[in-house]
């Protein structure tokens, strides 16, 4: 197999090796829940590349006892999933989730729901205040129906890519192309973070966390306008979700562009978590705007914003076009843990993975060896990591790429459904033996 001569070093024990998935992108069963935002996008012609929609999926709704029992096989310890909150307010919508839980602690794997992975009811909208507040009743109801197997949860996923795509630019749902008047959208996911971490705690929940996406930002050139360009960027996708969460403030100069009492609502934002969930993918080179509209990773950046995402030169790209840089989650998390010191709790890596296609797929193998090589470099340096998550554990919808992009271990085939495990599920299960 394609990986590194020797074999990866074992992790401290009690180490949680698992996989995610979200609801929106294998669930299906669009008919027997409500609408989110993400079936009115793709409703919309050209909102997805190949036109298609998540109303079957992978039809986990209908098939989850098939992968359930191929997470067994897999050996994980825990599977990360998301609970469709549309689903959750159809009738009997969490009758699907006592019976997925059931089926995984049978199974003997944890179960670790998101509460939120972008597949917001389509009657809401994240601009309003008051969602923060319906977020945090929806997370009450279903830690009173899960809350008796279920002992890790994750509140959020992803808030600045749920911001930035769907919201300020427009190329994820709700596709709203606000640019910086997005930025309430920001604060108010992080006031429904804070109010769903008081509702899971006033529901005996011990461990809590979030699961946030973050990169080092590495600046074009060493030239002044290239590290302000850069500095910014990083500001605008690292700091202002993580800062708020772990300092109990916002970076200089962003506090007063959000809506409300910010300083009450950073009590809130700010209370402790059990552990901060990292989704790591690439670095990003950024530099000084260019004055033209650049198409990046699938996304056009505009030439309005006071930054350019540019290409990093002399590494791999996935299928996807994604740079394959696995040094640096090493250099994000030991960043992390200098900025943030004894305020950081506990890290654990809630995603991390890449697009290839093939059932064969050694590129995936040597992806997922680097990285996960990487990650015990943080550890020895000492970052507190206490898991590590494959996304994702099948191949699914993948938002506006529609199925053209495959992340999962397991091949799906979306004209049967048939599930076929792929080399880099067999080379996962050996590494998790190996682990134990």
């Known amino acids: 197999m394609a990986t590194e001569e020797h074999a990866i070093p074992r992790f401290p024990a009690g180490f949680l090796w698992g996989v995610s998935t979200s609801a929106h992108q294998i669930e299906g069963a669009a008919d027997e829940r409500e609408r989110s935002v993400w079936d009115t996008f793709t409703a919309e012609p050209g909102r997805v590349k190949d036109g298609s929609t998540a109303a079957v999926a992978c039809d986990h709704y209908h098939r989850y006892r098939e992968d359930v029992a191929l997470l067994a096989g897999l050996g994980v310890d825990a599977y990360r999933f998301s609970v469709s909150w549309p689903r959750v307010r159809s009738e009997g919508g969490l009758d699907f989730y006592d019976r997925l839980v059931d089926e995984l602690v049978a199974a003997g794997v944890r179960p670790v729901p998101t509460l939120f992975h972008w597949d917001l009811p389509e009657s809401l909208d994240?601009?309003?205040?008051d969602t923060a507040s319906r977020f945090a009743e929806?997370?009450?109801l279903v830690a009173d129906r899960l809350?008796?197997?279920v002992d890790?949860?994750?509140?959020?996923?992803?808030p600045a890519e749920h911001t930035l795509f769907g919201h300020a630019l427009g190329a994820h749902a709700p596709g709203k192309q606000l640019m910086f008047d997005a930025l309430p959208v920001a604060h108010h996911q992080l006031l429904g973070h804070g109010l769903a971490v008081q509702a899971l705690r006033a529901a005996g929940a011990t461990d809590i966390g979030i699961a946030n996406s973050h990169g080092p930002t590495w600046p074009a050139s060493r030239e002044q306008p290239d590290l302000e360009a850069a500095d910014f960027y990083d500001l605008l996708l690292n700091r202002l979700f993580a800062d708020p969460l772990l300092l109990?403030?916002?970076p200089s100069g962003l506090g007063e562009l959000m809506p409300g009492d910010v300083a009450a609502d950073l009590k809130v934002i700010s209370e402790p978590l059990d552990f901060y969930g990292v989704n790591y993918y690439s670095p990003t080179r950024v530099g000084a705007p260019q004055g033209e509209d650049i198409e990046f990773g699938g996304l056009t950046i505009p030439a309005e914003l006071p930054f350019s995402v540019q290409e990093i030169e002399g590494v791999p790209v996935t299928d996807f076009g994604w740079p394959v840089v696995p040094e640096g989650l090493t250099e994000l998390l030991t960043a992390f843990h200098e900025r943030y010191g004894d305020r950081l709790?506990?890290?654990?890596?809630?995603?991390?993975?890449?697009?290839?296609?093939?059932?064969?797929?050694?590129?995936r193998i040597t992806y997922l060896d680097?990285?996960?090589r990487a990650l015990h470099k943080a550890v020895e340096a000492g970052v507190d990591v206490r898991g590590y998550f494959v996304w994702s554990l099948m191949d699914n919808f993948e938002w506006a790429e529609g199925y053209a992009r495959r992340f999962g271990l397991v091949h799906v085939d979306f004209e049967t459904l048939a599930r076929t495990p792929k080399a880099s599920y067999a080379w996962y299960r050996e590494l998790l033996r190996a682990q134990r």
Do not use: A, M
């Open 126 to 129: 994240w601009l309003e205040r």
């Open 138 to 140: 929806y997370v009450s």
């Open 147 to 149: 809350g008796d197997r």
């Open 152 to 158: 890790k949860w994750i509140t959020l996923n992803e």
């Open 248 to 250: 109990g403030e916002y």
């Open 345 to 363: 709790p506990p890290v654990v890596i809630t995603e991390n993975g890449c697009s290839y296609t093939g059932v064969d797929d050694q590129d």
């Open 370 to 372: 680097r990285h996960i």
